[in-house]
């Protein structure tokens, strides 16, 4: 199946393949007054799959997120979950579904075992079953230990879990994660991913995530959707997003010197499909063939007597793919989002 | 109903899980209750008052015996005797006495001829409390000396005893009903108001928002429970404030179930009240600002600090619509006067009806969406 570029051919594109549809969203739109957060976005994500959405902050993930499990109205398009309509049917489609909102809303004050008891009783759903629920979400995410704890004193990462077990708790088919690892430190985040592998296995479980992860959404997801400014730009599994990319490696060089004629020298490199410049003297250089392009600028370095201070070549990243599409870098964009660490004050070591 | 009940349930817990919500309730109620009740609850005692006699007659010597008495009884001012009128007058101006009682000349002489007697007094209208205090005693010593001698040193005697036995409670029982009330209507603010727009603003009802409640559960759950709050803040107010102004009305069972209906009636109105207000607010910032100008818009209106009946008519106007002075005529009627149910029967009546009606015109306007 080829990629998927912008929306409208995304549902004949996955029409294709096997597995029947969990959700179906048709040229959706939402206007908050002027601004249009999101501008006509279609998908399809079929049952069982881990769907991504994937794109930097400001992009319209949560709204989009927000009008598939009936949180916001629909300005324009349709989106069906589960079958239902998110307007029409808005009931019926919060039946068949579990939220996990990006911000951490499980009590603090209340232990683990009452918050999710709780929200199983806001889905109706009998002493019986709520107790062997609890006793089997618990176990998936970990937390069985923990079952009496007052939830103030779980970490980051077991917060998140308990909300994704509180997301659990009713039996969903359809599960929303939206940033389900924003915030955590890495081994936190490490085994969320393991934790939402396994549910998908176990459960046959559809899962819509939102991330601005690279990693996340390549190594969890099996489609993805790369959305910005409020439209799909690509959409496709991480292989075939990388493959759309020309050029299926990435040389990274750093010279001792900047020198204006860098990127047209590297550009005629053979393989080379096309040349970034990063900061000053270093170079990404997509090419199609690696080791044939990284052999020729070393050739051609040593021929100016110029010297390499770095040189490294890597597969293709989702990186890559987004810079293809938008033209913009999307670890700029985190770096911007999570700037907000203070820096050590002067004379205090680290 | 299960789904509503999951909600009190959440509240309940959280209520009882962390007492603060309780204590901050009670706090500001208590401590008014203690400081405007002891401040404003005694009489004004031992104001100094010069006394210029320009008589020196038998009628003069009267008066000042007169003044004497209240200086050795009920004590609210003692007499400094001046020479001259200008002085005094002078004093009074520089505050160095509350007041100058003037005995004019020819005084006794129109006694006797019966010709429109009048002494003067002079106070310092500054200071309101203290001039009217020193006023009404003067009143009430010349209503004495106008009429036969027995009756008034009767009535003296009898004012006199009152005051011995209760120096400082009498104020602190009136004001107890506002301090019951305005414990409710903290609990309602901070736990009704305040958490619901902070839960809001922290995303918990985005996570009740993607469950099958429906609106109705969601909103009569978070009222029952905000109401819960309040009812269990005013009867622990009710008891404590008891204990300390000494009202003896809590160990009657009778007037102990009036009081709990009342203040089931009280918190309906006032979480009804509160819900309609804070139904399309967002920002956490709103309950805390309204917070004061509520209080004072409602609180001080109600009859709970200084009664009503002394209110200029816009005043009575805010008076008459304010839950509040309704809260507080009935809990009055009960803990002061023991007026029986008929007593609290309109005032039953204005708050259920006003909570029911509140909560009526909330509920549509409360988002089922963000
Ligand atoms: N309630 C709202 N009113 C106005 N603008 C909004 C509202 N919610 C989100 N937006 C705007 O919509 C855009 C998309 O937001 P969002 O969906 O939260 O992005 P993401 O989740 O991808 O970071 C942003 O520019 C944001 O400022
Ligand atoms: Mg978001």
């Given at each position: 199946?080829?990629?998927?570029?912008?929306?409208?051919n995304?549902?004949?594109?996955n029409?294709?393949?096997?597995?029947?549809?969990?959700?179906?969203?048709?040229?959706?739109?939402?206007r908050?007054?002027?601004?249009?957060?999101?501008k006509?976005?279609s998908?399809?994500v079929?049952?069982?799959?881990?769907?991504?959405?994937l794109?930097?902050?400001?992009?319209?993930?949560?709204?989009l997120?927000r009008?598939?499990?009936t949180?916001?109205?629909?300005t324009?398009?349709?989106?069906?979950?589960?079958?239902?309509?998110?307007t029409?049917?808005?009931d019926?489609?919060?039946?068949?579904?579990?939220?996990?909102?990006?911000a951490?809303?499980?009590?603090?004050?209340?232990?683990?075992e009452?918050?999710l008891?709780?929200y199983a009783?806001?889905?109706?759903?009998g002493?019986?079953?709520r107790?062997?629920?609890?006793?089997e979400?618990?176990?998936?995410v970990?937390?069985?230990?923990?079952?009496?704890?007052?939830t103030?004193t779980?970490s980051?990462g077991?917060?998140?879990?308990?909300e994704?077990a509180?997301?659990?708790?009713?039996?969903?088919?359809?599960?929303?994660?939206d940033?389900?690892?924003t915030?955590?430190?890495?081994?936190s985040?490490?085994?969320?991913?393991?934790?939402?592998n396994?549910l998908?296995?176990?459960?046959?479980l559809?899962?819509?995530?939102?991330t601005?992860?690279?990693?996340?959404?390549?190594?969890?997801?099996?489609?993805?959707?790369i959305?910005?400014?409020?439209?799909?730009?690509a959409?496709?599994?991480?292989?075939?997003l990388?493959r759309?990319?020309p050029g299926?490696?990435?040389?990274?060089?750093?010279f001792?010197?900047?020198d204006?004629?860098w990127p047209?020298?590297?550009?005629a490199l053979?393989?080379?499909?096309?040349?970034?410049s990063?900061?000053?003297?270093?170079?990404?250089?997509?090419t199609s063939?690696?080791?044939?392009t990284?052999t020729?600028?070393?050739?051609m370095?040593?021929?100016?007597?110029?010297?390499l201070?770095?040189?490294?070549?890597?597969?293709?990243?989702?990186?890559?793919?987004?810079v293809?599409y938008t033209?913009?870098?999307?670890?700029?964009e985190?770096?911007?989002?999570v700037?907000?660490?203070?820096?050590?004050?002067?004379?205090?070591?680290? | 109903?299960?789904?509503m009940?999951?909600i009190?349930?959440?509240?309940?817990?959280k209520?009882?899980?962390?007492?603060?919500?309780?204590i901050m309730?009670?706090?500001?109620p208590?401590?008014?209750l203690?400081?405007?009740?002891?401040?404003?609850g005694?009489?004004?005692?031992n104001?100094r008052?010069a006394?210029?006699?320009?008589d020196?007659?038998p009628?003069?010597v009267?008066v000042l015996?007169?003044?004497?008495?209240?200086?050795?009884?009920?004590?609210t001012?003692v007499?400094?005797?001046?020479?001259?009128?200008?002085?005094?007058?002078?004093?009074?101006?520089?505050?160095k006495?509350d007041?100058?009682?003037?005995?004019?000349?020819?005084?006794?002489?129109?006694?006797?001829?019966?010709?429109?007697p009048s002494?003067?007094l002079?106070v310092?209208?500054?200071?309101?409390?203290?001039?009217?205090a020193?006023e009404?005693?003067m009143?009430?010593?010349?209503?004495?000396l106008?009429?036969?001698?027995?009756?008034?040193r009767l009535?003296n005697?009898?004012?006199?005893?009152?005051?011995?036995?209760?120096?400082y409670?009498?104020?602190?029982k009136?004001?107890l009903?506002?301090s019951?009330a305005?414990?409710m209507?903290i609990?309602?603010?901070?736990g009704?108001?305040?958490?619901?727009?902070?839960?809001?603003?922290?995303?918990v009802h985005?996570?009740?928002l993607?469950t099958?409640i429906?609106k109705l559960?969601?909103?009569?759950?978070?009222?029952?429970?905000?109401?819960i709050?309040?009812?269990?803040?005013?009867?622990?107010l009710?008891v404590?404030?008891?204990?300390?102004?000494g009202?003896?009305?809590?160990?009657?069972?009778?007037?102990?179930?009036?009081?709990?209906?009342?203040?089931?009636?009280?918190?309906?109105a006032?979480?009804?009240?509160?819900?309609l207000?804070?139904?399309?607010?967002?920002?956490?910032?709103?309950?805390?600002a309204?917070?004061?100008?509520?209080?004072?818009?409602?609180f001080?209106?109600?009859g709970a600090?200084?009664?009503?009946?002394?209110?200029p008519?816009?005043l009575?106007?805010?008076?008459f619509?304010?839950?509040?002075?309704?809260?507080?005529?009935g809990?009055?009627?009960?803990?002061?006067?023991?007026?029986?149910?008929?007593?609290?029967?309109?005032?039953?009546?204005?708050?259920?009806i006003?909570?029911?009606?509140?909560?009526?015109l909330?509920?549509?306007?409360?988002?089922?969406?963000?």
């Open positions: 199946m080829s990629v998927a570029t912008p929306a409208t995304a549902i004949n594109g029409g294709n393949a096997a597995g029947r549809q969990a959700i179906a969203v048709e040229n959706i739109v939402k908050y007054g002027d601004f249009e957060a999101v006509g976005v998908f399809e079929r049952e069982g799959e881990i769907f991504g959405l794109g930097p902050n400001g992009a319209g993930k949560s709204t997120i009008m598939m499990t949180l916001i109205p629909v324009a398009g349709r989106a069906l979950v589960a079958g239902h309509d998110v029409k049917d808005s019926e489609v919060r039946r068949m579904i579990g939220v996990i909102p990006q951490m809303t499980s009590d603090p004050d209340l232990t683990v009452e918050n008891s709780i009783k806001l889905y109706s759903v002493r019986a079953e107790e062997k629920n609890i006793q979400v618990l176990e998936a970990d937390l069985l230990k923990w079952r009496t704890a007052q103030k779980l980051g077991m917060r998140r879990r308990l994704i509180r997301g659990l708790v009713h039996n969903p088919q359809i599960f929303f994660l940033e389900p690892t915030g955590l430190d890495p081994v985040r490490i085994a969320v991913w393991e934790m939402l396994n998908k296995k176990r459960r046959n559809t899962m819509l995530l939102t601005h992860y690279m990693e996340e959404a390549d190594r969890l997801c099996d489609r993805i959707a959305v910005d400014h409020g439209k799909l730009v959409l496709g599994t991480p292989v075939e990388k759309s990319v299926s490696n990435v040389v990274e060089v750093q001792n010197r900047e204006d004629n047209q020298r590297l550009r053979q393989g080379v499909t096309d040349v970034q990063q900061s000053a003297g270093v170079y990404r250089v997509l063939n690696g080791s044939r990284t020729q600028l070393v050739e370095a040593a021929s100016l007597g110029e010297k201070t770095s040189l490294s070549v890597q597969n293709t990243t989702l990186d890559d793919v987004f293809h033209g913009r870098q999307l670890r700029d985190q770096v911007k989002a700037n907000f660490v203070m820096p050590p004050r002067p004379g205090v070591q680290p | 109903m299960n789904r009940w999951a009190v349930e959440r509240e309940m817990r209520f009882f899980r962390s007492p603060m919500l309780m309730s009670m706090m500001l208590l401590v008014q203690i400081i405007l009740g002891n401040a404003f005694g009489k004004i005692r104001a008052v006394i210029v006699d320009k020196h007659g009628q003069a009267k015996e007169a003044c004497d008495a209240i200086a050795a009884n009920i004590r001012f007499t400094i005797p001046y020479a001259d009128e200008d002085t005094a007058k002078e004093d009074v101006r520089q505050g006495v007041a100058a009682i003037i005995i004019p000349e020819q005084y006794s002489r129109r006694v006797y001829a019966g010709n429109t002494l003067g002079v310092d209208n500054t200071d309101q409390f203290t001039s009217s020193i009404g005693e009143q009430s010593l010349v209503n004495a106008n009429q036969p001698v027995i009756q008034p009535v005697n009898i004012a006199l005893k009152v005051v011995e036995l209760y120096p409670i009498q104020y602190m009136f004001l009903s506002g019951i305005l414990a209507y609990s309602v603010m901070i009704g108001g305040m958490l619901y727009i902070d839960d809001k603003a922290r995303g985005e996570g009740y993607v099958p429906t559960e969601l909103v009569m759950g978070l009222n029952i429970a905000g109401a709050k309040a009812v269990l803040s005013g009867i622990s009710t404590i404030g008891s204990l300390m102004a009202l003896g009305t809590i160990f009657h069972p009778w007037a102990m179930l009036q009081m709990i209906i009342l203040i089931v009636g009280i918190s309906i006032f979480n009804g009240m509160m819900f207000m804070m139904v399309r607010v967002d920002d956490p910032l709103v309950p805390r309204m917070f004061g100008v509520l209080n004072t818009l409602l001080f209106p109600s600090i200084y009664p009503i009946a002394a209110f008519a816009w009575r106007g805010i008076a619509v304010d839950p509040f002075t309704y809260a507080i005529h809990l009055q009627s009960i803990l002061l006067k023991d007026g029986g149910f008929t007593a609290i029967r309109n005032d039953l009546l204005f708050l259920f006003f909570g029911t009606g509140t909560l009526l909330a509920t549509p306007l409360f988002k089922r969406t963000l």
